[in-house]
Structures are given as C-alpha cells and as structure tokens.
C-alpha cells in the first residue's frame, strides 16, 4: 500500500524527440481543448504512486508537458478494513531532468465497507482560456467508502501552473436512480442543471424528497474557490461538470433500464 514506483523506460538520446517517438501513442481532442498525446510509458524520473490508468503530453508556451494518472486500492487488512488512493502530477520535460510542477494525492484509510477512488478519464482536460499559451490542466475523481450502490464524492479539480488550483467537490450520479419494476420507469429526482442553493433546494421542494441533503446527486457544494479567478475558469468548469454528470446520469439509467438477461439463473429451481 502506498507504494511509490519510479518507471524507468527507455529515453531517447534527444528529448526533445522523446514523446514524438514513443511506440503507441494516440492523439485526441476533446471539444475545445488542447490536443494531447496518449503514451504508455513515462521517461525516467517521473514518478509514479500506484498502478498508472493514464499519462498524456501537451505542448505550450512553458515547453513540453506531462501528466500522469494513478490509483491503487489496497487488499483488505487483517482487521478487514480496505484502503484506496488516486495520484496525479504534472511535469515539464525539461532537460535531461523532469521537472513536476503540481501532485495530487487522495486517499481513504481503513473503510469498513469498499474503498474506491477512482479518476473519471472524460474530466481530463487540457485548455488554454485566456489564448496566452499558459495551458490550464484539469482532473476529476471519485471517492467512496460505502456498502451499497449509492452516490460517490467528486472532485473536478483545475490546476494552473505550480501554486494555483481550483475545485468543485459535491456529489457524482452514481445510484442516484432506480428502475422501478411496477411503473416499468426509473425513478428518482433528476439531474439538477443549477446547483446553487436556491436551485438544489427548489429542486428538493418540486420533487418533495424526504431527508434529502446538499449537495443533490451531480451537485457541487459551492464556487467559493473561484472568487478570485478569471471568470473564464469558473464558466469552463461549470460546463465541464455539468457534461460529465450529464454522461455519468445517461450510463446509469441505460444501466439500470436494461431488460433481465432470460439466460441468467434466477435462482429458481428447474
């Protein structure tokens, strides 16, 4: 458990070259953002905490950039208490040495249930909104101790550079609806499309749900952190979260509507 892995991959006699030059690489864009490189291997001297899921390049005004993604959930203790975390860092390649501008690290310690943090690879962006060549790097993540099927925390957090960051932290979709076998429907209270506080709580009174609390499923608590920043940041994300639970709410109800495989055992005697 927290065991830190340094990767040492083969490097490129030119640097400069390296990330052009790796075996298997994918490019992609997604909506307005910058085009970054998928590779499976990371150049010597970025670390790497956990299984790696992921790890992209982009360039920008700063030079040649990456950013890796891992998690790591532990077997469970002797005590049967289950851990879990996500780690992610972005670096510059700079040199002969990487240099990490930022790291992220989350955990859950000792669950009595499931632990689970997870990274949601849709919330991975790159963009450059004020069109300076300054690029903005954003991630989101779940994270759950529980024992049943119900709405994780989430976080969509934006970094800037080494010392700035900006988050949304509130609730995911997950669970958030069920099939309802009499009605042949789902049920549940739909995706907020406002999640200020006025919004969630007239959505609680429409719908008249009992013991409900704030933040709603695939809901954010506050835009506290945004007090200060560009309003293009705060306009991205809100976007951006609302795109990504907007995806999570549509795979969970198509999940949940899908008709009973006839071939499955259901338990009943022949």
């Excluded at 991975?124 to 994780?152: E, H």
């Excluded at 010392?163 to 099939?179: I, P």
């Excluded at 749900?209 to 954010?220: S, V």
Aim: charge should be negative.
């Amino acid at each position: 458990m927290n065991s830190v892995q340094l990767l040492r991959g083969q490097l490129r006699p030119v640097l400069m070259g390296l990330l052009m030059t790796v075996a298997c690489v994918t490019t992609v864009r997604a909506d307005d953002g910058v085009a970054l490189t998928s590779i499976d291997q990371v150049p010597d001297g970025v670390e790497v905490r956990g299984k790696q899921i992921a790890a992209y390049t982009w360039d920008d005004r700063q030079g040649k950039n990456l950013l890796v993604l891992a998690e790591q959930v532990s077997e469970r203790d002797d005590d049967g208490t289950q851990s879990a975390f996500v780690y992610a860092a972005q670096y510059l390649i700079d040199g002969n040495r990487p240099k990490r501008v930022w790291m992220l690290y989350d955990d859950v310690q000792h669950c009595e249930f499931d632990a689970a943090l997870r990274f949601d690879r849709e919330a991975t962006k790159v963009t450059d909104l004020a069109g300076d060549g300054i690029t903005q790097a954003t991630v989101g993540y779940s994270r759950t101790c529980t024992s049943d099927v119900s709405p994780n925390e989430f976080k969509l957090i934006m970094h800037v550079g080494k010392s700035q960051k900006y988050r949304l932290r509130g609730v995911d979709r997950v669970g958030a609806s069920w099939w309802d076998e009499e009605a042949g429907a789902l049920r549940g209270m739909p995706l907020p499309k406002d999640c200020s506080v006025a919004g969630q709580q007239a959505l609680v009174s429409q719908y008249k749900e009992q013991g409900t609390e704030l933040p709603l499923p695939g809901c954010y608590g506050d835009e506290k952190d945004f007090a200060k920043a560009p309003e293009a940041y705060l306009t991205f994300m809100r976007q951006h979260w609302f795109a990504l639970m907007q995806k999570q709410d549509t795979d969970w109800s198509q999940a949940q509507a899908q008709p009973q495989d006839p071939t499955e055992d259901d338990g009943s005697a022949p």
